[in-house]
């Protein structure tokens, strides 16, 4: 009988924009990534599985990831390990998520390449070691130089000394530093991401509701990128823990979102376009916002005071 060609099973992949940025002078970090998962080049859609978690309960730091299922369960899952170490100091953080993601590598390279072949890592690199290389190993050596590790996390957070960090692990296991810089993205949507937040002149001194709605403006205009959903979350990291952003001020958020971003030759229509926010939203934001800050500035107060004393 004949056999038509074999099934290739489709691995998820998170073609995803996960942003990240400074705000309240650096005292807040919004994180907001989109829910989005792809299957090969034809499947897409929004799913119920966020691409943010936090390593400590309410504590963090948070990370997002993308890429695609199996490098990045393997990573995340090494990092899980040292869930207890990651955050305390941001040198030992950068040490840690650059051992594993290495290690991570390896260890794929090795499942892949070399077992399969009944060949151990000292015997590979006993064969490419020599001055003469067979047309076989030399196949191994070209397949596992053309291996790409597709798994890129952003790790955020409050070290121990209450200084922010954010962290962008990438290939082939190299930490950056983007604290500086004050914001970053990750994922096909970055590109977009980044130039919205550009252009939507970002600076970490900007307040909290502010910050949050660049942030989403900008995972809105990501949306242009290949596998980038519409859905989306939100956390807010500040000294005093992570703050999950609720639906009540996403809704918000978007419909502030939809008005600001109408062309102005295009009138609003009640049937098809979303509900204009309440003339009172900005005071709703900021509802939450100072509710997601003042623990912060009372603790910081509380201790100017006790200075003083």
Known sequence: MHQGPQRKRLKGRYMTVCAAALSENSNAIVCISDNGISYGDYIHWDSDSSKMFALKEKCGPVVMFAGSEEPTSRVLAALFVHENEIGENIRKTVEICERE????????????????????REQYVSATSGSEINPYI??????????????????????????????????????????????HAIGSGWEKAVSRLLFDEFKRIHRLERTLYDCFDAKANAEMASGVGYAWDAAVITQAGIKEVPATVKDLVEKVWAKSNR?????????????????????????????VMRPVYQKSESKRNQNDV
């Open 263 to 291: 062309s102005p030759f295009e009138e609003y229509n009640k049937k098809e376009d979303m509900p204009l926010p309440p003339e009172d939203w900005q005071k709703r934001l900021r509802r939450f916002t100072d509710s």
């Open 101 to 120: 993601y290495k290690q991570s590598v390896d260890e794929l390279v090795e499942a892949k390449f070399l077992r399969p072949r009944l060949l151990t």
């Open 138 to 183: 030399r196949n191994v050596a070209e397949q596992i130089d053309k291996f790409e590790m597709d798994c890129v996390l952003l790790v955020c957070g409050f070290d121990s000394e209450k200084k922010p960090f954010i962290l962008e692990v990438g290939p082939p296991g190299i930490v950056t530093d983007m604290t500086v810089t004050g914001f």
